[in-house]
């Protein structure tokens, strides 16, 4: 199932880099596959720690929030980038890729597209709605406190 799932999220990309890379480089359609999806699963991922930290019962430092955000999104990519450029090699979607038809690439883009941006906005959305208490713990209202 979670094979299936990130083949088909993986060609998707793999689709889009093709189409917006430049035809004469294209040795960074891999490098720009492999950046655009874990960026996707980075703001995933950073969403849940955004939930995680907002659900907590106490406060935890601002240094430690952003060195967690930080950390997250370098060991994301760090552990992933090598599985993800072995999968898309192993998993055929460079051969794939070539079968598609016009009408089914543009879909694939447009899917791609919409998760990049659906993970950035669920990201922006969970941080705003359970990091709100650490934005705003400093902030003076007026001289009201």
Known sequence: MIKFLFKKILSSFYCFARTW???KMK???IPATLWSFLLSITHILWGLYAVLMGSLPFKVSDVLLKTGII???FFTMLLMYGPTKRAIFSWGIEK???AYDL??????NTFAFLFFWGS???????GVRFLSR???SNLKMGGIE
Do not use: G, H, P, T
């Open 96 to 98: 794939e890729y070539r």
């Open 134 to 136: 650490y934005a705003f």
């Open 27 to 29: 040795d960074n359609v």
């Open 71 to 73: 950390a997250l999104a």
């Open 120 to 126: 950035f906005i669920l990201f922006f959305y969970l």
């Open 103 to 108: 009408s089914l690439r543009w879909r694939k």
């Open 21 to 23: 890379v430049s035809k």
